[in-house]
């Protein structure tokens, strides 16, 4: 795998941390991230991993895997937040 998509795909890794890690309801730690600057970054990398991506990928491949990544990052990182919880037994 070329180089430049690993590093668009972490970007866009980055980016959904970022904006779950904003979120009130996250698990990974005891208090939320500010908002306005964990949002705000979480954009501007999610931003640059789409970039990449479209760089690397022709614009119909790039888009398609910077959505699905997205999707399954975005459902994925609630349970992992549950799981963690349920193995603390805190959740």
Known sequence: MDRNVILGLLLAAAGCAS?????????????????WPARAAGALLLAAGLIVLLQVLRPAAGSFVFVHWLMLLLVLFPYLGALRGARQGTG
Request: charged share 10%; hydrophobic share 45%; net charge positive.
């Open 19 to 35: 904006v779950y890690l904003a979120s009130p309801n996250q698990r990974w730690r005891v208090a939320p991230w500010p908002a």
